[in-house]
T-cell receptor, first 113, second 110 residues
């Protein structure tokens, strides 16, 4: 039982490049989330998916897109990376339609130069 | 403007003593308040929560207090252990909207 897994762990992009961050959970949770964490700030919600087939914007969605591929997988895409997107990205899941206890992956550290 | 504020970036405590981490919030419409713990290079892990209709919740060494009139939340760890050294985030949650504070780094010295 791996919980929430994220790939890659580290990534360096040049401005304008695109990439997809992958997230998978094996806990049969309905809800999945993408957060970013920046120095001196808490985690901020980018997008979430309350159930398979649905996605909604969070606090900071600009510059990102998401896909809930199936119940297990929720990906985050940066179409044209910008230095302001340099951050640590966390994926999380929960087994409630509204969530307070979320299970987090280990994070992806992204640097955009 | 941050809705959840942790005004102390760091806290250092001696092993065996009490650690008190504080959090202030501005929005009274949230259903739950939570504390997460984070070690370096790992994702946050859920620690303890409290419903907005309660004023105290206890789980072993961890107790969370909610003062709604002051819009203040605190986490007490008694007794503190070196393994408790981590960054602690408070968060408020309603439906799928979770807002985190910036975190407090707790160091427990042996």
């Amino acid at each position: 039982n791996a919980g929430v897994t994220q790939t890659p762990k580290f990534q360096v992009l040049k401005t304008g490049q695109s990439m997809t961050l992958q997230c998978a959970q094996d806990m049969n949770h309905n809800s999945m989330y993408w957060y970013r964490q920046d120095p001196g700030m808490g985690l901020r919600l980018i997008y979430y998916s309350a159930s398979e087939g649905t996605t909604d914007k969070g606090e900071v969605p600009n510059g990102y897109n998401v896909s809930r591929l199936n119940k297990r997988e929720f990906s985050l895409r940066l179409e044209s990376a910008a230095p302001s997107q340099t951050s640590v990205y966390f994926c999380a899941s929960s087994d409630r339609g509204y969530s307070y206890e979320q299970y987090f992956g280990p994070g992806t550290r992204l640097t955009v130069t | 403007d941050q809705q959840v504020k942790q005004n102390s970036p760091s806290l250092s405590v001696q092993e065996g003593r009490i650690s008190i981490l504080n959090c202030d919030y501005t929005n009274s419409m949230f259903d739950y308040f939570l504390w997460y713990k984070k070690y370096p290079a790992e994702g946050p892990t859920f620690l303890i929560s409290i419903s907005s209709i309660k004023d105290k919740n206890e789980d072993g060494r961890f107790t969370v207090f909610l003062n709604k009139s002051a819009k203040h939340l605190s986490l007490h760890i008694v007794p503190s252990q070196p393994g408790d050294s981590a960054v602690y985030f408070c968060a408020e949650c309603s439906n799928n909207d979770m807002r985190f504070g910036a975190g407090t780094r707790l160091t427990v010295k042996p």
